[in-house]
C-alpha cells in the first residue's frame, strides 16, 4: 500500500484524477481486505484519503449519468449505430466538473472495470463504504436533489417522445383517456417542489408521491406495451420503434432512480447508496453497448417480417392427399418455367456484351420468372422454407411445451417435410424435361445444338461437389432465398404501417380517372401481391448478378439452384450427345438433390433463427425438439414423404389453429 502512503500520508488539497486511477489500479492487482486493513491501521491516510474523495467529488452534478448513460439518444438507429462505434474507437469528451469526468477518466478503461467492482463481496463492500463515509449518500440533500431534478428531466424526455403523432397512433386505445405521460410529469414536479420546501423529506412506501409516480409509470410501461403488441395490426417504423424503446429506457431510469430515493428502514440507507454507485457505474460501463442495440432494436422488426411470412408459410404445409397432390401441380408449374428459364439463360451467355449487360439479362431472366411463378400461384420449392420456419417457431411460441406437444410438433414437421419433398420432386423433374424438350426443338429448328461444347462442359462440371463449389454456391443461393423472405415481410410490414393499400383505394386521381371499383381492385391486389412481387424481383437480382459482381472482386462466387440445377443437368446431357459415363451422370444426379439440400438448410435455419428470435424463443429447445422429431422420424419414416394418415393429425392441426387464432386476436 506504499501508493497510499505516497500520496495521502499528507492532507492532499489537489483535485487531479491521477492519485484515484493509480488507487483504483493498483486495488484491482491487490486483496481488498488488505487495502481494507490498512486504512484502518492508518486512520490518518485514511482521513486524508476522505479528504482528497470530497474534494474530487464536491460540486460534481452526476445527473447526466443518469438521465444520459446507457439510454438511446438518437431518433434513428443507423445514427445510434455510428455514434456507439464511434465512442467505440474515439470516447467523447465528458462535461467538466461531472461525475461522469471521473468515471471516463478513472474507471472505465474496459468492462473489466466494472466487472471487478460488481464482484466485491457486500460485507467488504459495507466495510469499504463506511471507512470512505459515504454510507450515508443517499441521504444527502444535494445528493437526493440530483436524483428527484434527474427524474424531472427524463419526465420531460419522455412526455416529449410519447406525444408524438405517430407514437400515439400506435395506442388508439388511450386516445379517451388523460395520457399518463403528463401526468407523470405533473407528479414529479410536485414532488420537486415540496422537496425544495423542505429538503429533508424521506420518502417511503406508503408516501403518497412514490404511490402516484409508481401508478403513472405503470401506465405508462402498459401504453408502451400496447404499442408494441399493436404494430402486429397497424405495422411499424424503424423510428418509431426507436422511440418506444427510448420511452420504455427512460420509464425503466425513473423507477430505478425512485426506488433509490426510498427508505424504509434504516439498513437501506447504505444499500441503496452502494446501489447509487453501482448503478452510475453500470449505466456508464454499457453506455457504447452495440450487442443492446442491435438486439433490442432489431428483436420487433423481425417478429413483424416473419409474421407476414408466418401467415403466408401456412399456405405450403400440406395436411391432406388432396393438399398434396395440389403441392405437386404447382411445383409441377414452377418446374415448366424454370426449365425455359434455363435454356434463356444459356441463351443470353451466348450474347455479345459487357459482363454486366449479361448480369442484366440474366437477372431480369431469373426475376421476370420468379414473378411469373408467384402470379400464377405455383411453387418454387426453395422459396417455401422461408415462409415455414416462421410458421413453425410461431406454432412452438404459441403453445405450452409438454411432452405431447412436442410430438404433435414433430409430426408437424413429417408434414413440412414431405411438402417439401413433392415441391422438389415437382419442380426437378419437370425442369429437367422441359429444358430437354425447348434444346431439342432449337436444335431441330436452327439445325445447331446451343448447348454443345464448352457450354456443355461447364454445366456437367458445376454438377460434381468434388470439382467445383456446388454446394458452396447453393448455400448462398440459400441465403439470397432467405433474404427474399425478410424482404417480402419487410414490405408487408412497411405496406400496413403507411397504409398503402387505403392510400390507393381513397386516392382523389385514381378514382376520377378509373372509377371506385378500380381503386378498390387495385387496393386489393396492391395487398395480397406487391410484397411477393417486389420479394421475387429482387432474388432474381441477387441471382442474376451474383456471378458478375463476384468476378469484378476477383472472387469465385456464384449460385447454385436445386431447380435450375436440374435444368442445367438436361442442357448439359443433350450437349454432350448424352455421351458421358456413368460416374459422372449418377455424381451430377445427387448433386442435384445435394443443392436442394444446401438450399433448403441454410434458408430454413436462417429463418427458423430469426423467427425464434423474433418470439423470444429458447434455443435450447432445439435440442428436446430435434430429439422428438429424430424419434418419430424412426418409427414413422414414410409419413415424411408421403401423406399417410395418422392420429396426429387432429392435434397438429390444432396447433396451427390455435396459432392463428393468437395472431388474429
Known amino acids: 500500500?506504499?501508493?497510499?502512503?505516497?500520496?495521502?500520508?499528507?492532507?492532499?488539497?489537489?483535485?487531479?484524477?491521477?492519485?484515484?486511477?493509480?488507487?483504483?489500479?493498483?486495488?484491482?492487482?491487490?486483496?481488498?481486505?488488505?487495502?481494507?486493513?490498512?486504512?484502518?491501521?492508518?486512520?490518518?491516510?485514511?482521513?486524508?484519503?476522505?479528504?482528497?474523495?470530497?474534494?474530487?467529488?464536491?460540486?460534481?452534478?452526476?445527473?447526466?449519468?443518469?438521465?444520459?448513460?446507457?439510454?438511446?439518444?438518437?431518433?434513428?438507429?443507423?445514427?445510434?449505430?455510428?455514434?456507439?462505434?464511434?465512442a467505440k474507437f474515439l470516447p467523447p469528451v465528458e462535461e467538466e466538473n461531472t461525475v461522469s469526468e471521473v468515471i471516463s477518466e478513472v474507471f472505465f478503461r474496459d468492462k473489466a472495470d466494472f466487472k471487478y467492482i460488481k464482484n466485491i463481496s457486500k460485507e467488504l463492500s459495507d466495510e469499504l463504504f463506511k471507512l470512505l463515509e459515504i454510507d450515508q449518500l443517499i441521504a444527502i440533500p444535494k445528493v437526493k436533489k440530483e436524483l428527484i431534478f434527474s427524474m424531472n428531466i427524463l419526465g420531460w424526455r419522455v412526455a416529449g417522445n410519447a406525444l408524438e403523432v405517430d407514437v400515439l397512433k400506435m395506442a388508439p386505445e388511450y386516445k379517451d383517456f388523460d395520457n399518463p405521460f403528463l401526468a407523470l410529469q405533473k407528479e414529479l414536479e410536485l414532488f420537486f417542489q415540496d422537496f425544495k420546501k423542505d429538503n429533508s423529506i424521506v420518502l417511503n412506501s406508503k408516501n403518497v408521491h412514490y404511490k402516484q409516480i409508481k401508478i403513472y409509470l405503470e401506465q405508462g410501461f402498459a401504453f408502451?406495451?400496447?404499442?408494441?403488441?399493436?404494430?402486429?395490426?397497424?405495422?411499424?417504423?424503424?423510428?418509431?420503434?426507436?422511440?418506444?424503446?427510448?420511452?420504455?429506457?427512460?420509464?425503466?431510469?425513473?423507477?430505478?432512480?425512485?426506488?433509490?430515493?426510498?427508505?424504509?428502514?434504516?439498513?437501506?440507507?447504505?444499500?441503496?447508496?452502494?446501489?447509487?454507485?453501482?448503478?452510475?457505474?453500470?449505466?456508464?460501463?454499457?453506455?457504447?453497448?452495440?450487442?443492446?442495440?442491435?438486439?433490442?432494436?432489431?428483436?420487433?422488426?423481425?417478429?413483424?417480417?416473419?409474421?407476414?411470412?408466418?401467415?403466408?408459410?401456412?399456405?405450403?404445409?400440406?395436411?391432406?392427399?388432396?393438399?398434396?397432390?395440389?403441392?405437386?401441380?404447382?411445383?409441377?408449374g414452377g418446374g415448366i418455367i424454370v426449365g425455359a428459364l434455363c435454356v434463356m439463360k444459356m441463351l443470353y451467355a451466348s450474347f455479345p456484351g459487357s459482363e454486366f449487360y449479361h448480369a442484366f439479362l440474366y437477372s431480369f431472366n431469373y426475376a421476370l420468372g420468379f414473378i411469373m411463378i408467384y402470379l400464377m400461384h405455383f411453387t418454387l420449392a426453395t422459396k417455401q422454407p422461408a415462409m415455414t420456419a416462421a410458421t413453425m417457431a410461431k406454432v412452438l411460441s404459441d403453445t405450452r411445451n409438454t411432452r405431447k406437444n412436442y410430438t404433435e410438433f414433430a409430426h408437424l414437421v413429417s408434414k413440412l417435410f414431405r411438402s417439401q419433398f413433392i415441391a422438389f420432386i415437382g419442380n426437378v423433374f419437370w425442369s429437367f424435361p422441359i429444358a430437354l424438350a425447348i434444346i431439342y426443338g432449337l436444335d431441330v429448328l436452327f439445325g445447331q445444338n446451343f448447348a454443345a461444347?464448352?457450354?456443355?462442359?461447364?454445366?456437367?462440371?458445376?454438377?460434381?461437389?468434388?470439382?467445383?463449389?456446388?454446394?458452396?454456391?447453393?448455400?448462398?443461393?440459400?441465403?439470397?432465398?432467405?433474404?427474399?423472405?425478410?424482404?417480402?415481410?419487410?414490405?408487408?410490414?412497411?405496406?400496413?404501417?403507411?397504409?398503402?393499400?387505403?392510400?390507393?383505394?381513397?386516392?382523389?386521381?385514381?378514382?376520377?380517372?378509373?372509377?371506385?371499383?378500380?381503386?378498390?381492385?387495385?387496393?386489393k391486389y396492391y395487398s395480397k401481391n406487391w410484397s411477393g412481387i417486389l420479394s421475387n424481383f429482387w432474388l432474381g437480382i441477387f441471382l442474376g448478378s451474383t456471378a458478375t459482381i463476384a468476378h469484378f472482386f476477383n472472387l469465385d462466387f456464384d449460385i447454385r439452384h436445386i431447380t435450375f440445377a436440374g435444368g442445367n443437368f438436361a442442357l448439359g446431357l443433350y450437349g454432350k450427345d448424352f455421351s458421358i459415363d456413368q460416374y459422372t451422370f449418377w455424381v451430377s444426379f445427387v448433386t442435384v438433390f445435394l443443392i436442394g439440400f444446401c438450399n433448403f438448410l441454410v434458408s430454413f435455419g436462417l429463418s427458423m433463427f430469426l423467427a425464434f428470435r423474433s418470439r423470444k424463443l429458447k434455443f435450447g429447445e432445439v435440442r428436446t425438439l430435434n430429439k422428438h422429431i429424430f424419434t418419430y422420424f424412426l418409427k414413422h419414416p414414410l409419413i415424411f414423404f408421403l401423406p399417410i394418415r395418422s392420429t396426429l393429425d387432429e392435434g397438429s392441426k390444432k396447433l396451427m389453429e390455435d396459432s392463428t387464432k393468437y395472431t388474429n386476436h
Open 224 to 332: 408502451v406495451n400496447t404499442a408494441f403488441k399493436n404494430s402486429s395490426k397497424y405495422g411499424i417504423s424503424s423510428k418509431i420503434n426507436l422511440a418506444l424503446l427510448k420511452i420504455r429506457q427512460q420509464l425503466q431510469r425513473i423507477l430505478e432512480i425512485l426506488d433509490l430515493l426510498v427508505i424504509n428502514k434504516e439498513s437501506d440507507v447504505i444499500v441503496k447508496s452502494k446501489k447509487l454507485v453501482t448503478s452510475i457505474l453500470e449505466y456508464k460501463s454499457h453506455r457504447n453497448n452495440i450487442r443492446d442495440l442491435v438486439y433490442d432494436s432489431t428483436t420487433l422488426m423481425s417478429h413483424l417480417i416473419t409474421s407476414h411470412t408466418a401467415e403466408t408459410g401456412t399456405n405450403y404445409i400440406t395436411t391432406s392427399p388432396k393438399e398434396y397432390i395440389i403441392m405437386l401441380k404447382k411445383a409441377s
Open 1 to 86: 500500500m506504499e501508493l497510499l502512503d505516497r500520496y495521502f500520508s499528507i492532507k492532499n488539497e489537489t483535485h487531479d484524477l491521477q492519485p484515484l486511477t493509480h488507487v483504483f489500479q493498483t486495488l484491482q492487482k491487490e486483496n481488498v481486505k488488505d487495502f481494507l486493513e490498512f486504512l484502518k491501521q492508518n486512520p490518518e491516510i485514511k482521513e486524508n484519503f476522505v479528504y482528497y474523495l470530497r474534494n474530487v467529488f464536491a460540486g460534481r452534478a452526476f445527473n447526466l449519468s443518469l438521465t444520459e448513460a446507457n439510454i438511446l439518444s438518437e431518433n434513428a438507429f443507423f445514427p445510434e449505430l455510428r455514434k456507439r462505434v464511434l
Open 453 to 523: 461444347g464448352d457450354k456443355a462442359t461447364k454445366l456437367i462440371h458445376d454438377l460434381d461437389p468434388f470439382h467445383s463449389k456446388a454446394l458452396l454456391h447453393a448455400s448462398l443461393a440459400g441465403f439470397y432465398l432467405f433474404i427474399s423472405g425478410v424482404i417480402a415481410g419487410n414490405v408487408g410490414n412497411r405496406s400496413v404501417f403507411y397504409k398503402i393499400p387505403e392510400r390507393i383505394e381513397k386516392n382523389p386521381y385514381i378514382k376520377n380517372l378509373f372509377g371506385q371499383s378500380f381503386a378498390e381492385g387495385l387496393s
